[in-house]
């Protein structure tokens, strides 16, 4: 098992430009999830994929859209970036959509910062 | 809405003693409860489930509780070690629902 793996680690970007985050999830798990992290707070649901096809959605703008493909992997791409949009951006892997069977695992994030 | 409660502040616990973080939650009906550690720039880490139809689960020096009626869980370390210092996250989530709703997290430092 080689875990969950994002990239990039760092990115800096300037407000109104788009951006492309990418998550490899863990082998064997179908269902990948993605969140914003704020400094000091708790992630907040983006949205989910489970087998390709977009599974919930939280209260995120259309903006914020996802991919992802049959080889584990996802994208997060976020268009006309917001000062508002830097956050630490954390992709979660699991064997089912809850993750009740052995929780999500979690790649170490990239940090987003937008200037 | 809903709401989730973590102690905002800084848990200082002696090294060898047990360490008890709180997690209370309104206006929300969870199916089961999810407890994490993160560490400074890195993603939660999982580490126990306890569905709302179990009163305690344990895993090694690890005891979690989940009480439906006071809408609260307790997460306990036993035998705490300075490596156990870290952020533990408490998320809630329904079976309907993919949507796992998160607290902000307690700072959990154990002094040697």
């Known amino acids: 098992e080689t875990g969950v793996t994002q990239s990039p680690t760092h990115l800096i970007k300037t407000r109104g430009q788009q951006v492309t985050l990418r998550c490899s999830s863990q082998?064997?798990?179908?269902?990948v999830s993605w969140y914003q992290q704020a400094l000091g707070q708790g992630p907040q649901f983006i949205f989910q994929?489970?087998?390709?096809?977009?599974?919930g959605r939280g209260n995120f703008p259309p903006r914020f859209s996802g991919l992802q493909f049959p080889n584990y992997s996802s994208e997060l791409n976020v268009n006309a970036l917001e000062l508002d949009d830097s956050a630490l951006y954390l992709c979660?892997?699991?064997?089912?959509?809850?993750?009740?069977?052995?929780?999500?695992?979690f790649g170490s994030g990239t940090r987003l910062t937008v200037v | 809405s809903q709401k989730i409660e973590q102690n905002s502040e800084a848990l200082n616990i002696q090294e060898g003693k047990t360490a008890t973080l709180t997690c209370n939650y309104t206006n929300y009906s969870p199916a089961y409860l999810q407890w994490y550690r993160q560490d400074p720039g890195r993603g939660p880490v999982f580490l126990l489930l306890?569905?709302?139809n179990e009163k305690e689960k344990r895993k090694e020096r690890l005891k979690v509780t989940f009480d439906t009626t006071l809408k609260q869980s307790l997460f306990h370390i036993t035998a705490s070690q300075p490596a156990d210092s870290a952020t533990y996250l408490c998320?809630?989530?329904?079976?309907?629902?993919?949507?796992?709703?998160w607290g902000a997290g307690t700072k959990l430092i154990i002094k040697p």
């Open positions: 082998s064997g798990h179908n269902t």
């Open positions: 306890i569905r709302e």
């Open positions: 998320a809630l989530g329904r079976d309907s629902n993919y949507q796992l709703i």
């Open positions: 979660a892997s699991s064997y089912d959509p809850q993750g009740a069977s052995y929780g999500y695992t």
């Open positions: 994929y489970y087998r390709e096809e977009e599974n």
